[in-house]
């Protein structure tokens, strides 16, 4: 996996994924999303370089314990 | 044991065989909300006039010899998530104020209902039960009643919290990361996250439709058991009294001992050793699983809300509404492989229960925060205190595992340690539970 982007990289997404999905984001909240949204992409890159075979690996939508 | 921290069945019990009447147990309970609940904001609702009629209603079926249920006048509370006939179900928001009221009872409430124990109302959570500490900038923050500065947990804190005040003996929460056992281990008290599906979740407002499930919280074991029989087909209560004779029971090692609080891990290796366990066991992928969980419970509750986001942002509360913006920005490729990695650890947990039986962990990394904390400093780093509340719970609801939090006593504020077995194995967990609560290791304290 490459490195994750720095925040200002990070920012232009979110302003891109809030445009196309209709998301209004006030300025001043703005920081505060871009933060978790880089927590969430680091939570992915934790499981990208877990070692598992996701490719392998059925998804079910519908959970079953 | 006076009124105050009698348990639910008890005080059926005592109703039951005349020692006292429903109306009397009510009234008292009421006036307890009345007069403390001030300090601890558990309540957002009471139904007082309904459950005055409940009471009188129990009591004639007594007077007429026809059986109240083995609940009877038992006061109980549910998480402001619940449907509550004729009562508008908020999930501790203020969008949700704009709803009609609800038809009809959820399910479970109306069973616990049918089984004879009064409902008192409604409680207070984390706006849309997104969070640890119920910290709700709408209807403020439900305080602990062990340290009033401190947080009851989240996000089923007002659950927790009127059990440990003694203002219910009974109430129901729901779990999604740890919202049941997080409280329940902040607070002081049991509290049972079943196996994903065991219990109906109709009539109750989702977070992550996924991973939500349904629970009691109590001061005794014998409560938990019997409101979860009440909920779903298979008795557990039958199970209490068998003790932990041929159960393979280990201490999870790891990712379970680290950023922790000595006390945390010091209260799992007592109930450990209590238990005999005789393994300490690795869980794989617990970090990784936790990160699934972060990403499939933010892009499923995102959805859910996905129209408010776009309409009427600003109405959500500020300590959700970050998250829930950056998780609905997220692509569906992220959440399809981290329900991937989910469906993978499932596998591996599998396998490892199939040489142990239970197996035993820290609730939470450490006690509750204070209201208002925004990291926590450890021997191993600073980290973010809300979400570290969690560390421990979401590797087990993420794959739907049964789990009973149990109080350890001993410590100056409370600690939980967690009881985890394989799917549907609900019984054992109270083999142990019990086991232990008899003997005094797990306990509820009463914080007066």
């Known amino acids: 996996m490459p490195p994750l982007p720095d925040l200002a990289t990070l920012a232009r997404y979110v302003a891109e ?31 990208e370089n877990s070692g598992v075979d996701l490719a392998a690996t059925e998804v079910a939508m519908k959970f079953e314990p | 044991m006076t009124a105050e921290w009698a348990d639910a069945v008890g005080i059926a019990e005592a109703v039951r065989s005349r020692r006292s009447s429903a109306a ?48 009877a006048g038992a006061p109980f509370a549910v998480k402001n998530l619940f449907d509550i006939a004729n009562l508008t179900t908020l999930a501790g928001s203020k969008i949700n104020r704009d709803n009609p009221p609800a038809q009809r009872d959820a399910s479970v409430v109306a069973a616990l209902r049918r089984a004879g124990a009064v409902l008192l109302g409604a409680l207070n959570m984390d706006e849309y039960a997104y969070g640890f500490t119920t910290e709700n900038t709408h209807y403020g923050p439900t305080r602990n009643p062990h340290d009033l500065s401190r947080s009851a947990g989240g996000s089923s804190g007002g659950s927790g919290a009127a059990v440990a005040a003694g203002l219910v003996p009974l109430t129901l929460g729901t779990d999604t990361g740890g919202s049941i056992r997080v409280p329940a281990a902040l607070c002081g008290i049991f509290g049972l996250k079943p196996t994903f599906g065991r219990v109906s979740r109709d009539g109750v407002a989702l977070f992550s439709a996924t991973v939500d499930h349904v629970g009691p919280l109590a001061r005794s074991v014998r409560d938990l058991a019997c409101a979860y029989d009440l909920m ?13 004779g041929g159960l393979r029971i280990a201490l999870a090692a790891g990712y379970f001992r680290e950023h922790a609080e000595p006390q945390a891990v010091e209260a799992a290796e007592r109930v450990a050793e209590a238990l005999g366990a005789r393994s300490k066991v690795t869980v794989p992928h617990a970090l990784e ?12 509750g995102a959805g859910l809300h996905l129209k408010n986001l776009r309409a009427r942002p600003g109405d959500f509360d500020p300590m959700t509404r970050d998250r829930f913006l950056a998780a609905a920005l997220l692509p569906a490729s992220i959440y399809a492989r981290a329900q991937a ?11 490892l229960f199939k040489g142990i039986d239970i197996l035993v962990a820290p609730t939470t990394p450490i006690a509750a925060p204070t209201i208002g904390q925004d990291t926590v400093s450890l021997s191993s780093g600073t980290f973010p205190a809300r979400a570290h509340v969690g560390r421990y719970t979401i590797p087990f609801s993420i794959i739907g595992l049964p789990v009973i939090s149990v109080p350890v006593p001993g410590y100056a504020l409370p600690r939980g340690v967690q009881l985890v077995a394989a799917p549907n194995r609900e019984g054992v967990l109270f083999r142990a539970a019990s086991f232990v609560e008899k003997r005094g290791v797990a306990a509820f304290t009463s914080p007066r």
């Open chain 1, 17 to 47: 994924a809030e445009r196309s999905l209709g998301v209004p984001i006030d300025p001043a909240w703005r920081p505060a999303v871009t933060e978790h949204y880089r927590r969430l992409l680091e939570a992915h890159e934790l499981i």
């Open chain 2, 232 to 244: 779903q087909d298979e008795p557990v209560s039958p199970t209490l009294a068998q003790g932990i």
């Open chain 2, 341 to 351: 990695m989910r469906r993978a650890y499932r596998d591996e947990v599998a396998a």
């Open chain 2, 24 to 71: 009397e147990v009510i009234e008292a309970a009421l006036g307890r909300i009345e007069r403390e609940d001030a300090r601890y904001n558990c309540f957002t609702a009471v139904v007082a006039a309904q459950a005055r009629r409940d009471a009188a209603r129990i009591d004639a079926d007594i007077a007429a010899g026809r059986d109240p249920g083995p609940l």
């Open chain 2, 289 to 300: 699983a936790r990160a699934a969980a972060t990403i499939i419970t933010g892009a499923e």
